[in-house]
């Protein structure tokens, strides 16, 4: 069982940057994959970022280059540091971790982008 908790959203303009932050119950290091997921009103969930126990990481393409993930073992958590933001990156973020064959989710966090 892996319990998830995001943090770090909010409301910014257009072309400013925020950091999501996903906590999790177990050291991070022992989970396969961890990734960073949005739902937007009326859309479903897609995969923003994704990375590996190796560290390689995936991105959907509208968020290449303005976005990055990463792992902070000494916090246990997995960050996704979001630049460059656009009102279409309006949406609620969830952390996702693949552990054991089973997925987990997290509560998720409102990300607001006013233009």
């Known amino acids: 069982q892996v319990q998830l908790v995001e943090s770090g959203g909010g409301l910014v303009q257009a072309g400013g940057s925020l950091r999501l932050s996903c906590a999790a119950s177990t050291r991070i290091f022992s989970i396969n994959t961890m990734g960073w997921y949005r739902q937007a009103p009326g859309k479903q969930r897609d995969m923003v970022a994704t990375?590996?126990?190796?560290?390689?990481?995936n991105y959907a393409d509208s968020v290449k280059g303005r976005f990055t993930i990463s792992r902070v073992n000494a916090k246990n958590t997995v960050d996704l540091q979001m630049n460059s933001l656009k009102p279409e990156d309006t949406a609620v973020y969830y952390c996702?971790?693949?552990?054991?064959?089973?997925?987990?989710w997290g509560q998720g966090t409102q990300v607001t982008v006013s233009s």
């Open positions: 990375i590996t126990s190796g560290g390689i990481t």
């Open positions: 996702k971790a693949r552990y054991n064959w089973a997925d987990y």
